[in-house]
């Protein structure tokens, strides 16, 4: 059948006077189509008018196509059942020219970024060879729109807590930041709405905040918007999966990693370039990554329980005896798994990716047999005070702090207190003699300094004659005046004033 341009031609060359053998010879074709042109006396194709054999099923078709779910194999099925003689090519294609059971489909948008202007991410399952086993794994990818600089990683599932790790280890990947992330309308960041009118939840809302960035949604059906995120997945599952087997996360991890870094040196054809080289012209637009980044991690709070371990997930990590029965922060990284008391770590594991009731043990945790646990501690300020002005009481102070009846810190800080407000002599003596006995108790202790101190720095003099060139006071009458009475001391010991 003669092409509308040629039938046109024809129809152009009769007008000019050409006759039916030389508009023949000129283009290529037979009279009797020269002919058959001209006797219509229009470019336009005729369409064939074939007899179709399934228009007078046309109805039957319908109510199977709606009783079978839209599906044409079964509907083909059917129809073959009823004795029907119709291809399942031709069925389909009579579909087609009658619009039935097909949606138009509609064009596909086009899209231009600038270099920093936006990153697309998103997740999708895959099946993966890990650990011996076939296993659905969540896949999370990251492409630059601009120079379709490829990451992804993969996890056990997919939570806000994975997302912001993986998004922090995609900004360490490109050593930059987009001004915006493109994503799904996932419930791991939007709160509420949709497209342009998503809100994220608080938690992620400040995670983006921190590197400078905001979160974008699509419209919902507009999945051609997400498509250069969307196609590497199709390149992943082709590309990367096929007849690989990872023994643990880590190695699939840092598989994926190498392989993003040698597909990111590939040439693409569309680009005609590599995303690296694009990628050298889109990092100056980048937003820098913050001084300092925070590792992203759950907060738990779990006892510790008699055998001296932490439940986390039904996996169980070993913590220093000393803190059985104790309240402990859990900090859960991506990596690791971070045991504090209070402001101060105390010890630190390798974290296990899944719940298997593991138990994590560091042989430092648990004393050798036969040997208690001693836990030391820094000693206190009064301890270092006492050592300077007094040392040598190293061996009573040792032996107050196991035996003295206070508490350790008030017991320190009275003998600190008399250290410095008594002679260093009496209070030596007395601190003799008290390790000597075993006398532990500091207000016995200060009885004796306070005893020490009236008989050696307050003592009378025993003579009461007057010095030489002085008045005899003696009474004229020959009687002996009476010597006068010594004042009584006071009850804790001192002279009176």
């Known amino acids: 059948m003669l092409e509308q341009g040629v039938r046109q031609a024809i129809l152009d060359l009769q007008r000019r006077g050409q006759s039916v053998r030389a508009i023949a010879r000129a283009l290529q074709v037979s009279r009797a189509a020269v002919r058959d042109v001209l006797r219509r006396g229009s470019a336009a194709v005729p369409r064939l008018a074939r007899p179709e054999k399934a228009l007078e099923h046309r109805e039957d078709i319908l109510r199977l196509l709606r009783e079978c779910a839209g599906s044409f194999t079964r509907v083909h099925e059917e129809l073959t059942k009823a004795g029907l003689p119709l291809s399942y090519p031709a069925l389909t294609a009579f579909c087609r020219r009658h619009g039935i059971g097909q949606a138009p489909t509609p064009a596909v948008g086009h899209y231009d970024f600038a270099p920093g202007q936006e990153r697309q991410h998103d997740t999708s399952p895959h099946d993966v060879h890990l650990g011996g086993t076939v296993r659905r794994v969540q896949t999370a990818s990251l492409v630059l729109a601009y120079s379709r600089l490829l990451f992804f990683q993969f996890y056990p599932q ?118 690296r080289e694009l990628f050298a012209i889109e990092h100056p637009a980048l937003r820098r990554l913050p001084r300092w980044i925070p590792e992203p991690y759950l907060l738990h709070e779990r006892l510790v329980d008699v055998e001296g371990y932490i439940t986390l997930h039904t996996n169980h990590y070993s913590v220093p005896t000393a803190f059985i029965g104790r309240r402990l922060e859990v900090r859960e990284t991506q990596d690791r798994v971070v045991i504090y008391a209070g402001p101060r770590e105390i010890t630190t594991h390798a974290r296990e990716v899944e719940p298997r009731s593991r138990y994590v043990f560091r042989a430092e945790h648990r004393p050798p047999r036969g040997q208690g646990w001693r836990h030391e501690r820094e000693p206190f300020p009064e301890e270092h005070a006492l050592r300077r002005l007094l040392p040598e009481i190293e061996v009573y102070l040792a032996a107050l702090k196991r035996r003295g009846k206070l508490q350790t810190t008030l017991a320190l800080r009275q003998l ?82």
């Open 158 to 275: 997919f939570r806000r807590f994975e997302g912001k790790a993986f998004l922090t280890e995609a900004f360490r990947y490109l050593d930059g930041v987009c001004q915006t992330c493109l994503i799904d309308n996932t419930h791991v960041v939007v709160l509420k709405g949709t497209g342009r009118d998503m809100i994220p939840v608080p938690e992620m809302a400040a995670f983006a905040e921190r590197f400078g960035f905001t979160f974008v949604a699509h419209a919902l059906g507009d999945a051609n918007r997400s498509g250069r995120v969307e196609r590497m997945f199709r390149f992943i599952e082709r590309g990367f999966l096929p007849g690989r087997r990872f023994p643990d996360w880590a190695e699939a991890n840092r598989q994926a990693r190498g392989w993003c870094d040698r597909v990111n040196a590939r040439l693409k054809r569309q680009l005609k370039a590599t995303p």
């Open 416 to 497: 600190l207190r008399m250290a410095r407000e008594y002679p260093r002599e009496p209070l030596l003596a007395a601190i003799q003699t008290a390790a000597h006995y075993g006398l532990y108790d500091l207000g016995r202790l200060e009885r004796m300094v306070l005893r020490g101190i009236a008989t050696t720095y307050f003592q009378l003099p025993l003579s009461l004659d007057p010095p030489p060139g002085e008045p005899d006071d003696e009474p004229t009458d020959g009687r002996t005046p009476a010597a006068p009475e010594e004042p009584a001391p006071a009850p804790d010991g001192r002279e009176p004033a």
